[in-house]
């Protein structure tokens, strides 16, 4: 029995996180279109891939529609630095509402599996710990994290809507305490 390579589409690919998962991918024999619009993340974490038949690179801001053949979405895409995501809170609810809406209806259109990178920050100022599924948060909505907190709140509500009702086979992964050290 002959494997099929998998088509995925990685959004926020050339970020921290996006392009781990590239590598990833890339290296199991996988074909990987990556979306970026270099708000946050680099061309330099993806460059190796440049070229290489199975990769494909495309500029592109996913608050936008795009139009791919893909067999899974990967969809991280997102500034997840305070510093990034306060700078500008009504474009970071815009690429987290938009951008999870849009992939959306992309998965539902090509049948296609979608992974949301969502955050440990859904449960806000959290009066539980550890936290478990059930515990729904302690999050303000007004703050001045709100735009990032309440945006992924509402993206993991939109994939269980998309779920429900166009039978979209959705994965949501809460991220907790994801950081690097660069050596300089």
Request: glycine share 8%.
């Amino acid at each position: 029995m002959k494997c099929s390579i998998k088509r995925n589409l990685v959004t926020g690919g050339a970020g921290f996180l996006g392009s781990h998962l590239v590598d990833a991918l890339l290296e199991n024999g996988e074909e990987v279109i990556c979306i970026d619009n270099y708000s946050t993340g680099d061309k330099r974490n993806i460059e190796q891939w440049i070229g290489h038949k199975r990769f494909e690179l495309i500029r592109h801001d996913i608050t936008v529609p795009i139009q791919v053949e893909v067999d899974q979405i990967w969809h991280l895409a997102c500034p997840a630095s305070p510093i990034h995501y306060q700078s500008n809170p009504i474009k970071t609810a815009k690429t987290i509402f938009l951008g999870t809406f849009n992939m959306l209806g992309l998965a539902r259109r090509v049948k296609a599996k979608i992974l949301l990178a969502s955050t440990s920050e859904v449960y806000g100022d959290s009066l539980v710990h550890p936290q478990s599924e059930d515990y729904w948060g302690n999050v303000n909505p007004i703050g001045i994290r709100s735009c990032y907190d309440e945006g992924k709140r509402l993206a993991e509500a939109l994939c269980v809507d998309y779920q429900r009702m166009h039978n979209v086979d959705i994965r949501i992964m809460r991220i907790f305490n994801t950081y690097s050290i660069t050596q300089g």
